[in-house]
C-alpha cells in the first residue's frame, strides 16, 4: 500500500521520454493514470488510457476533462526543444514553445483546477520544468529557456492562488536527460562533434557528475513530489540536473 494507490493521475507527454517514466512509475505506486499525448503511433503502444489530445487546443483539453472529470495529481511533461539564439531563432519556433510549453500547460493546468475546486477535492500539480530556465541555461536555447522559466513563475502563482484550497503546485527542473529525443538532437550534431561516440561523451561530460540523467530518475522525483509525504512541499522548483548549474 502507497499514499499513491487508488489515486487518479493525468500525465501530459506520456508517451515518450520523461513522461512515459512518470506514467510508469505512477501506475507502479497503485495510481490510476490517464496519459494524455498527441503521438498517435507512440500512444498505440501505451494501455487503453492513453487519450490523444492536443494540449494546446483549448476545446479539446476542456472535452477531457468533461468526459473524464478530475484527478488527484496532474504532470505537465509535454514540451519541446527548439534551438537557436535570439539571433537565430525563427519566430515561429519561439511562438511554438510558447504555445506547447506555456500555454500547454496553462489550459491544462487550469481545466485540472477548475474540476478540483468543484469538485471539493486536493490536488498535486507537478509542472516539468527545466535547469535551462530562471536557474541556469545552454548555449543556444532562448526559446526553451523563456517557456520553461514562465513555467516555474506559473508554478508560484498556482502553488499561492490556491494555498488554501488543498492545491499544491510544484516545479522539478532536470537537467540533460538522456532521452530518445535527446538521442535524436544529438545525432544531429554529431558530425561536428566528432561523430555519435564522441557527441555523446560531449554530453556525459558537461554535466559535472559525469552523465545524463535517465527519465526514471526524474519520474522518482516527481513521485515524491506528486506525493502526501512532502504536503507541506508547494511553490517549489527542485533541480535534478547532476550540478549542471553549480
Given at each position: 500500500?502507497?499514499?499513491?494507490?487508488?489515486?487518479?493521475?493525468?500525465?501530459?507527454?506520456?508517451?515518450?521520454?520523461?513522461?512515459?517514466?512518470?506514467?510508469?512509475?505512477?501506475?507502479?505506486?497503485?495510481?490510476?493514470?490517464?496519459?494524455?499525448?498527441?503521438?498517435?503511433?507512440?500512444?498505440?503502444?501505451?494501455?487503453?488510457?492513453?487519450?490523444?489530445?492536443?494540449?494546446?487546443?483549448?476545446?479539446?483539453?476542456?472535452?477531457?476533462?468533461?468526459?473524464?472529470?478530475?484527478?488527484?495529481?496532474?504532470?505537465n511533461?509535454?514540451?519541446?526543444?527548439?534551438?537557436?539564439?535570439?539571433?537565430?531563432?525563427?519566430?515561429?519556433?519561439?511562438?511554438?514553445?510558447?504555445?506547447?510549453?506555456?500555454?500547454g500547460?496553462f489550459?491544462?493546468?487550469?481545466?485540472?483546477?477548475?474540476?478540483?475546486?468543484?469538485a471539493?477535492?486536493?490536488?498535486?500539480?507537478?509542472?516539468?520544468?527545466?535547469?535551462?530556465?530562471?536557474?541556469?541555461?545552454?548555449?543556444?536555447?532562448?526559446?526553451?529557456?523563456t517557456?520553461?522559466?514562465a513555467?516555474?513563475?506559473?508554478?508560484?502563482?498556482?502553488?499561492?492562488?490556491?494555498?488554501?484550497?488543498?492545491?499544491?503546485?510544484?516545479?522539478?527542473?532536470?537537467?540533460?536527460?538522456?532521452?530518445?529525443?535527446?538521442?535524436?538532437?544529438?545525432?544531429?550534431?554529431?558530425?561536428?562533434l566528432?561523430?555519435?561516440?564522441?557527441?555523446l561523451?560531449?554530453?556525459?561530460?558537461?554535466?559535472?557528475?559525469?552523465?545524463?540523467?535517465?527519465?526514471?530518475?526524474?519520474?522518482?522525483?516527481?513521485?515524491?513530489?506528486?506525493?502526501?509525504?512532502?504536503?507541506?512541499?508547494?511553490?517549489?522548483?527542485?533541480?535534478?540536473?547532476?550540478?549542471?548549474?553549480?
Open positions: 500500500m502507497t499514499d499513491l494507490e487508488g489515486a487518479t493521475a493525468l500525465v501530459t507527454g506520456a508517451a515518450n521520454g520523461i513522461g512515459a517514466a512518470c506514467a510508469g512509475a505512477l501506475h507502479a505506486a497503485g495510481a490510476s493514470v490517464r496519459l494524455l499525448d498527441i503521438d498517435q503511433p507512440a500512444a498505440d503502444k501505451l494501455r487503453s488510457t492513453a487519450h490523444i489530445v492536443d494540449i494546446t487546443d483549448e476545446t479539446a483539453v476542456q472535452a477531457h476533462f468533461a468526459q473524464h472529470g478530475p484527478v488527484d495529481i496532474l504532470v511533461c509535454a514540451g519541446i526543444v527548439p534551438g537557436g539564439s535570439i539571433a537565430d531563432c525563427s519566430t515561429a519556433d519561439f511562438r511554438s514553445a510558447l504555445d506547447v510549453n506555456v500555454t500547460t489550459l491544462v493546468t487550469r481545466a485540472a483546477v477548475r474540476e478540483a475546486l468543484a471539493g477535492r486536493p490536488l498535486s500539480i507537478v509542472n516539468i520544468a527545466s535547469v535551462i530556465s530562471s536557474i541556469a541555461t545552454a548555449p543556444d536555447r532562448l526559446a526553451y529557456a517557456s520553461k522559466a513555467i516555474i513563475g506559473m508554478t508560484k502563482s498556482v502553488a499561492l492562488d490556491f494555498i488554501k484550497d488543498g492545491i499544491r503546485c510544484n516545479a522539478v527542473c532536470p537537467g540533460t536527460i538522456d532521452t530518445a529525443a535527446l538521442r535524436e538532437r544529438i545525432a544531429t550534431r554529431s558530425e561536428a566528432g561523430g555519435e561516440t564522441r557527441a561523451e560531449v554530453f556525459n561530460n558537461r554535466q559535472p557528475i559525469g552523465r545524463m540523467g535517465t527519465p526514471e530518475e526524474i519520474a522518482q522525483l516527481v513521485l515524491f513530489v506528486a506525493s502526501d509525504r512532502v504536503g507541506f512541499m508547494t511553490g517549489t522548483e527542485l533541480t535534478a540536473d547532476g550540478g549542471f548549474s553549480l
